[in-house]
């Protein structure tokens, strides 16, 4: 019984070790998207206004 309460410790130590870089990879900036506005000027400009529901 005492393994049991030793797994749980340490997968719950673990699961906060990969929350916590998470949350530090996600405030550093790590998932920002750079690429997508360097090409959109290549769209054209009315297709991208039917993707965002915009009436013409």
Known sequence: ?????LLIGI??????FFLAAFL????S???DDTYTP???MLFDEDEVQRR???PT
């Open 1 to 5: 019984m005492t393994i049991i309460f």
């Open 38 to 40: 360097s090409v959109r």
């Open 29 to 31: 900036g790590q998932y």
């Open 11 to 16: 997968s719950l130590l673990v699961a906060l």
């Open 24 to 27: 530090w990879s996600v405030r």
């Open 52 to 54: 965002a529901g915009s």
